[in-house]
């Protein structure tokens, strides 16, 4: 049976560099609290000219050249987003027309925080039905513009940017295993309202078209459930933490990953953390990651990686790859 595989890897990041200390001056907070709450340094904030299409745009020349494909031998491109610069069309049909990825169908996905995970289970089925395809994913967020800049509570945590990767197939690579979990009944611990609805029998309540969150909660079940995630998906693959090469988990929150290293005793040096210079990129956060362990040469031929994720809905997982 053929797997999705990683055959080319890119990334892009707003220009714009906004520090601890610029938050400083915007909201009550301090550089102190941040780094020992978050461990977030510094987060990318996107200008004119960098919608979320064109970040996103940005990373997947970057993954197309690495894989040396052509953009017109692309099949499907899947973009993970819940922070579009439109509902319709979908951010992956504008990335389609700026490639010029004409023989491509595209549509967006959207599972938060944990959206690049399902996409790639979603990319390793269309391979298993279709080798011959080539898959465009993409993770790519534009949170600043959906977060309330006078919250504390929330503005402190997230950046913008793009993450992108170019599937094709393998029989003895690629996506050996995955776990991923979605759990409704919680959605009102991490959400953000769509626009006004016009129909007045629908009308929504109006608060929280940003991002609305209770941390706390957050925090505990984000640990537990990527704990238990990564615990039975390595049971079940008969692996233990040994076997892994490399962790690249969704970057959230410094402590969250010093949790998990701790729970699952994980050693720090093989847990890839990058949170410290973007914040919380969602969707973006993984193959951003991905990207940048690539490029330092960190992955090497039959590593064994595992990816997990943990977002609103809530949904999260964890997912296995051979590189
Ligand atoms: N600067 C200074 N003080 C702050 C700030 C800030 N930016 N934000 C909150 N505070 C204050 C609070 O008002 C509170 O003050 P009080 O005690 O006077 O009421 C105090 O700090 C403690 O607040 P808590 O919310 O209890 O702080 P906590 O230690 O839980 O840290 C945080 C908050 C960082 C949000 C943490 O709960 C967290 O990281 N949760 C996970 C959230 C997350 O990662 N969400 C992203 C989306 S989901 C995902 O990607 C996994």
Redesign the pocket.
Same mark, same amino acid.
């Not at 909201?27 to 301090?30: E, G, K």
């Given at each position: 049976m053929n797997h999705a595989t990683v055959i080319g890897t890119g990334s892009c990041l707003p220009k714009r560099i906004v520090t601890n200390r610029d938050l400083e001056r915007i909201?009550? &907070?301090?550089d102190e609290? +941040?780094t020992s709450? &978050?461990g977030i340094k510094k987060r990318r904030i996107a200008g004119a000219g960098e919608e979320n299409f064109q970040l996103a745009s940005g990373a997947a020349q970057q993954a197309i050249e690495m894989a040396a494909v052509a953009a017109d031998e692309i099949d499907l491109i899947l973009v993970a987003t819940f922070t579009p610069h439109m509902t319709m069309p979908s951010c992956a049909c504008f990335v389609q027309a700026e490639i010029g990825a004409e023989n491509a169908f595209a549509y967006d996905i959207n599972a938060a925080?944990s959206g690049f995970l399902y996409g790639l289970d979603l990319a390793d089925k269309y391979i298993a039905a279709n080798p011959d395809m080539k898959i465009l994913l993409i993770g790519s967020e534009t949170l600043s513009a959906r977060v309330n800049w006078q919250d504390?509570?929330t503005c +402190?945590?997230f950046g913008d940017g793009a993450g992108a990767v170019v599937i094709g197939s393998s029989s003895d690579r690629g996506v050996r295993a995955v776990n991923l979990y979605s759990d409704g009944r919680l959605w009102n611990l991490?959400y953000m309202n769509s626009a006004k609805s016009m129909n007045p029998e629908l009308q929504q309540d109006q608060h929280g078209c940003q991002i609305e969150?209770s /941390?706390?909660d957050? @925090?505990k079940f984000?640990v537990r459930s990527m704990e238990e995630a990564i615990r039975q998906l390595l049971r079940r693959e008969n692996l233990t933490v040994d076997d892994l090469a490399l962790v690249i988990p969704?970057q959230?929150?410094v402590?969250?990953l010093n949790k998990l290293s701790e729970r699952l005793s994980i050693p720090k040096e093989k847990m890839f953390v990058n949170v410290d210079q973007y914040g919380?990129t969602?969707a973006a956060s993984i193959p951003i990651a991905l990207d940048e362990a690539n490029r330092q040469n960190i992955l090497h031929g039959d590593d064994t990686v595992l990816l997990c994720s @943990? /977002? /609103?809905g809530f949904t999260w997982g964890a997912l296995l790859m051979q590189w």
């Open positions: 909201v009550d &907070t301090s609290w +941040i709450r &978050t925080c504390r509570n +402190i945590l991490l969150m /941390g706390r957050v @925090f984000a969704h959230a929150n402590r969250i919380n969602s @943990f /977002g /609103g």
